[in-house]
């Protein structure tokens, strides 16, 4: 079974503060994803990344940027954070192009 | 542009009960994939079915069942005699085979609830 785990299920930060979230999977997988999600939008693709220190960006990557160092490790940084960035966020993985995503059980971010 | 729709935001039946969850989806591209993910209330995405552009056969597993239908861009979800456990959040999303792209494009979800 593929394995999408990420550091945090809950996480509260303050404004200004960087804010670190990993994810890892564990099925060798080529490609990683991260994606906010909030009521009403849907999920929005962040970044991605298709090899180790390669990276995408996606529909919203304003206020967002992203680390690869290994190939099952992909982070992703709020670089200030801000309240508009509370959010949840799902990371996902996916062996090959135009593969299924498999998801980690989601970061409920919440910037005060 | 690429654009995928689930016009019932939120449904509510009995359990026992049949279910369809509509997704509509738009597209230029000839080869696309088609996805249903399932969100519980615990917060994970659950994969539940791809389905690539040129494979129209309707597919059955188990309670779920898929209707895939070019003609109308449509590619729907029944869940036949419902149970409590199917109360979810469901998400259609729309992959396009571009060279360059491995994007999902999601729908805003239908929430899905049954009651005893």
């Known amino acids: 079974d593929v394995k999408v785990t990420q550091s945090s299920r809950y996480l509260v930060k303050r404004t200004g503060e960087k804010v670190f979230l990993e994810c890892v999977q564990d099925?060798?997988?080529?490609?990683m994803f991260w994606y906010r999600q909030d009521p009403g939008l849907g999920l929005r693709l962040i970044y991605f990344?298709?090899?180790?220190?390669?990276?995408e960006k996606g529909d919203i990557p304003e206020g967002y940027s992203v680390s690869r160092e290994k190939k099952e490790r992909f982070s992703l940084i709020l670089e200030s954070a801000s309240t508009n960035q509370t959010s949840m966020y799902l990371c996902?993985?996916?062996?090959?192009?135009?593969?299924?995503?498999?998801f980690g059980p989601g970061t409920r971010l919440t910037v005060l | 542009a690429q654009k995928v729709t689930q016009a019932q935001t939120e449904i509510s039946v009995v359990e026992k009960e049949d279910v369809t969850l509509d997704c509509v989806y738009e597209?230029?591209?000839?080869?696309?994939?088609l996805f249903w993910y399932k969100q519980p209330p615990s917060g994970e995405l659950v994969f539940l079915i791809r389905?690539?552009?040129?494979?129209?056969q309707n597919e059955i597993s188990g309670r779920y069942s898929w209707n895939f239908q070019k003609s109308t861009s449509s590619f729907n979800f029944t869940i036949t005699a419902s149970q409590v456990v199917d109360s979810a959040v469901y998400f259609c999303?729309?992959?396009?085979?571009?060279?360059?792209?491995?994007?999902?494009?999601f729908g805003t979800g239908t929430r899905l609830q049954v009651f005893p």
């Open positions: 999303a729309l992959s396009e085979a571009g060279v360059d792209t491995d994007k999902l494009i």
């Open positions: 990344s298709y090899d180790v220190k390669m990276k």
């Open positions: 597209t230029r591209d000839t080869t696309y994939y």
């Open positions: 389905r690539n552009s040129f494979d129209e």
């Open positions: 099925m060798d997988h080529e490609n």
């Open positions: 996902a993985s996916s062996f090959l192009q135009r593969e299924t995503q498999y």
